[in-house]
């Protein structure tokens, strides 16, 4: 069944950086495009980067546009997020899954997710 592992997630200062790692397993990783997507404390899950399958063509959301950077590497079966200049507003736990467009998710099962906290 499908899988999805995320890790790099912790505790940092305003300004400072993450990278987030998301193993997938139980589907062809290759073949799918892949997105992150954030929880903040009392709200909705929120899209907010996605890949496409050889990772030339990426969407951001605008709330990280310039600050996140989203990669892949299909050997790996693991997509990444770097995540730069990290505001208060970032806090939250982060997810993975596979994207049936470039902004929708398409599993309906998800990983445990990796909190990030960022302080003032």
């Known amino acids: 069944q499908v899988q999805l592992v995320e890790s790099g997630g912790g505790l940092v200062q305003t300004g400072g950086s993450l990278r987030l790692s998301c193993t997938a397993s139980?589907?062809?990783?290759?073949?799918?495009?892949m997105g992150w997507f954030r929880q903040a404390p009392g709200k909705e899950r929120e899209f907010i980067a996605g890949?496409?399958?050889?990772?030339?063509?990426?969407h951001y959301a605008d709330s990280v546009k310039g600050r996140f950077t989203i990669s892949r590497d299909n050997f790996k079966s693991t997509v990444y997020l770097q995540m730069n200049s990290l505001k208060p507003e970032d806090t939250g736990m982060y997810y993975c899954?596979?994207?049936?467009?470039?902004?929708?998710?398409?599993?309906?099962?998800w990983g445990q997710g990796t909190q990030v906290t960022v302080s003032k």
């Open positions: 899954n596979a994207l049936s467009d470039y902004t929708t998710p398409r599993f309906d099962s």
């Open positions: 139980g589907f062809t990783f290759s073949v799918h495009l």
């Open positions: 890949i496409g399958y050889s990772g030339k063509t990426i």
